[in-house]
């Protein structure tokens, strides 16, 4: 608990559509602060080491090709609880089963094309950060 960062994606059918600002607004609005960010064409080798997790599911190569599709905003988000506040403020991974007013519910188009990622643990928060970001690139 405390103040924690998270690993933030805001992912190619979102920038498409030119929504980071009202993305991030959605993030700021929350209670999160955006200590860092930056725009990128992620890799097919990124994409597919960052979601290495899911290699065996049936949506893998759906998934790195969507999330090389695009650019993408890739961010740390820092706030009291930010894990789990940035999840509630993304909403479930369908967007059809995700709450009113959530970033999913609003913006996502299915449930791959659901806008945004975030980290879901302390551990996966670190990796991920660090998978994308040096430490001097970080600042609260
Ligand atoms: P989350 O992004 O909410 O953490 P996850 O880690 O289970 O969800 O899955 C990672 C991403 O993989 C998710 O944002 C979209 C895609 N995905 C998950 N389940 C899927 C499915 N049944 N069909 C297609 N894509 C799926
Ligand atoms: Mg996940």
Same mark, same amino acid.
């Given at each position: 608990?405390?103040?924690?960062?998270?690993?933030?994606?805001?992912?190619?059918?979102?920038?498409?559509?030119?929504?980071?600002?009202?993305?991030?607004?959605?993030?700021?609005?929350?209670?999160?602060?955006?200590?860092?960010?930056?725009?990128? +064409?992620? /890799?097919?080798?990124?994409?597919?080491?960052?979601?290495? @997790? =899911?290699?065996?599911? !049936?949506?893998?190569?759906?998934?790195?090709?969507?999330?090389?599709?695009?650019?993408?905003?890739?961010?740390?988000?820092?706030?009291?609880?930010?894990?789990?506040?940035?999840?509630?403020?993304?909403?479930?991974?369908?967007?059809?089963?995700?709450?009113?007013?959530?970033? +999913?519910? /609003?913006?996502?188009?299915?449930?791959?094309?659901?806008? @945004? =990622?975030?980290?879901? !643990?302390?551990?996966?928060?670190?990796?991920?950060?660090?998978?994308?970001?040096?430490?001097?690139?970080?600042?609260?």
């Amino acid at each position: 608990m405390g103040i924690e960062r998270t690993f933030s994606i805001i992912k190619p059918d979102a920038t498409r559509r030119n929504l980071t600002g009202k993305i991030n607004a959605m993030f700021e609005d929350g209670g999160l602060r955006i200590v860092a960010q930056k725009r990128i +064409r992620m /890799t097919r080798e990124q994409a597919e080491t960052f979601y290495g @997790v =899911h290699k065996e599911r !049936a949506f893998f190569n759906d998934l790195v090709e969507f999330m090389t599709s695009g650019p993408v905003v890739v961010q740390v988000l820092e706030g009291e609880n930010a894990i789990l506040r940035n999840r509630e403020i993304m909403g479930a991974t369908n967007p059809a089963n995700a709450d009113e007013g959530t970033v +999913r519910a /609003t913006y996502g188009e299915s449930v791959e094309a659901n806008s @945004v =990622h975030g980290s879901d !643990a302390p551990e996966t928060a670190a990796e991920e950060i660090a998978f994308f970001f040096a430490g001097s690139e970080i600042t609260g």
